[in-house]
């Protein structure tokens, strides 16, 4: 059974940096595409960025988030990561960890597997 633990949230100024964490246990993480995905109160959870399995060849970012955050994988490790820069307060939600072996499912963004998640708060 695959699990995942989400880490690295924490209360930040607008412009500041945070490094979001994702830690798969019980699979080979490298068999996973994984994605972040946002939802802040009174809104709809939002895809933010997926990476492909293995390699990490082929990265996709919602456009809000396009050049200021970063998403990568260290199969070594079996982690995710997706490094925020330049925060605002919009980005303020809950962030999700999301895990798929599917190539199909990660594409239309449905992912089997869901994290825990982490607050991410951005003042002004």
């Known amino acids: 059974q695959v699990q995942l633990v989400e880490s690295g949230g924490g209360l930040v100024q607008a412009g500041a940096s945070l490094r979001l964490i994702c830690a798969l246990s019980?699979?080979?993480?490298?068999?996973?595409?994984m994605g972040w995905f946002r939802q802040a109160p009174g809104s709809e959870r939002e895809f933010v960025a997926g990476i492909s399995s293995w390699s990490g060849g082929i990265r996709t970012y919602t456009d809000s988030v396009q050049g200021r955050f970063t998403i990568s994988r260290d199969n070594t490790k079996n982690t995710a990561y997706l490094q925020m820069n330049s925060l605002k307060p919009e980005d303020t939600a809950v962030y999700y960890c999301a895990a798929d072996e599917s190539i199909s499912r990660s594409r239309l963004r449905q992912y089997t597997y869901w994290g825990q998640g982490t607050q991410v708060t951005v003042s002004s």
């Open positions: 019980g699979r080979t993480f490298g068999d996973y595409y």
